[in-house]
């Protein structure tokens, strides 16, 4: 029900930054809380950020806190994640996703779609 494209990974030096974007397609874009999720090589899922329907309400992994941004442009259908004072340990393809419903959950459970992910490498 919901398309997702992420864009804006790439190669920075630690202390650097970065802003990913996800664009979004369907009807329901407006319906769903959205959230970025991360995953390195060997390494299992890691919850990033989300954001609820309106953008009022964030919840931030607390490796995420302080140095990143989740926010929405509903009127753009765009998800964003500003990274700032990247470390080498967030390096990973980070992907987006749309919740069921409009809620910043943290729970990868509570995601029914999903982007193809874009690379994020930090180097030391």
């Known amino acids: 029900q919901v398309q997702l494209v992420e864009s804006g990974g790439g190669l920075v030096q630690a202390g650097g930054s970065l802003r990913l974007s996800c664009a979004a397609s369907g009807r329901t874009f407006i319906n769903n809380g959205m959230c970025w999720f991360r995953q390195a090589p060997g390494n299992k899922g890691e919850f990033v950020a989300a954001?609820?329907?309106?953008?009022?309400?964030?919840n931030y992994a607390d490796s995420a806190l302080g140095r990143f941004t989740i926010s929405r442009d509903n009127g753009k259908n765009t998800v964003y994640l500003q990274m700032n004072s990247l470390k080498p340990e967030d390096t990973a393809v980070y992907y987006c996703a749309a919740n069921k419903d409009l809620s910043p959950s943290s729970d990868v459970a509570d995601y029914g779609s999903w982007g193809q992910g874009t690379q994020v490498t930090v180097s030391s």
């Open positions: 954001i609820s329907r309106n953008g009022g309400w964030t």
